[in-house]
């Protein structure tokens, strides 16, 4: 009797202080996100409300160091989806990791109260450095939620000794619930690569779909908050692009909640920006990453009608060949790599519309890019290794 007494007693004590009967734990991670040169965001889950930090594990006889970031004086606390941002880094150096999170059971004023603390494993990553004469990337879409092929592709590809992968959209199909995402993406993910090398997230028109579509971000860490942005790595300067929904913002099916039009046309502005720049002219290789194949309408060689590929069906990838095409042919590019389609192409100058060629990788392919001071070397594989198309690019 008095042992059920202690027992409940026990159970009454922890209620009180906010205390879970169950003990501190990672669910999911850590995931790498938003790598540049100086800097990197570890992503992680927890089973409970936590402080996150991140320790950085120093060779001696430095000491290690606890990393956690704040907002206006308050050291960001509570939730079970944590992001530490490190910054101060050097480019193209190595370091090492632990994440680190602190069971937060009660937070209120002057009152505190702290549970477990749990450490997870020691990981590394490499800083981006736009000076080194190579690099090597992975390219992947449309999975529509399949860890299984994800995996596959992952495993195939050695997704660990690239330099950075890329999910190229339709990673996610309707985002309906977090486990979606955190399981079949995140852990398959993280099993093979994530925690040591980064992945770039570029919105397809399926993760704009869902009651979880508001809540992506939540789960990555994108430079300026933005889908679209762009970066250097080694020799090439990569320009990631949101292509948004493939339908009509009036279309029956988004029940009014669509301004997609409005939002690539301010996109479309970054873009003439961003061609502008320094960094764009002058980088010995610029990359387009894109989900739908922005291809822009061609004339016929009677120079009356307008001809439309395969690929520029629907409103969305119309919208796109008609403003965002004519400024991509201006500015130029060496590669524009695509999916969507779930159909593999390759479109040479002049089919493209531009001087450079299009990639469309299908649903069952990856692609493998290694760029040098020499050439862009392109490979599409399937998900058990066989080649289907091997391209060079020579820098002229």
Known sequence: MRIIVFLISLLVSAACYGQSTESLRITHGPWLQNLTPDGVTVCWTTNLPAVPGVWMVRSRPLNDSLIRNSTDGLI?????????????????LKYSYRIHSVELMKLRPYQVYYGDTIKGKECSFTTLNPNKISTRFMVVNDI?????????FLKS???????????????VDNFETESQFLGPIIDTSVRYFASNVPFVFNRGNHETRGIMARKLK????????RYYGSFDEGPVHFVMLDCGEDKPDDNKYYYGLADYDNYRLKELEWLKREFATDAYKKATYRVIIVHMPIIPILKTVFGKFPLLLSDNRGHGPQFLAEHFGPVIREAGADLMIAGHTHRHSWLAPPFSGYRFPILTNGNTNYVKIEATSESLSIKVMSDKGVLILSKEIKKE
């Not at 509570?78 to 530490?84: D, F, L, N, P």
């Not at 529509?144 to 596959?152: C, I, Q, R, S, V």
């Open 157 to 171: 590809g050695n997704a660990a000794e690239e330099d950075l992968l890329i999910y190229n959209g339709d990673i």
């Open 218 to 225: 939540d789960y990555l860490d994108l430079p300026e908050d």
């Open 76 to 92: 960001n606390v509570g939730g079970t989806m944590h992001k530490v941002r490190i910054s101060g880094l050097k480019p193209g």
């Open 144 to 152: 529509h939620t399949n860890g299984a092929e994800l995996g596959k």
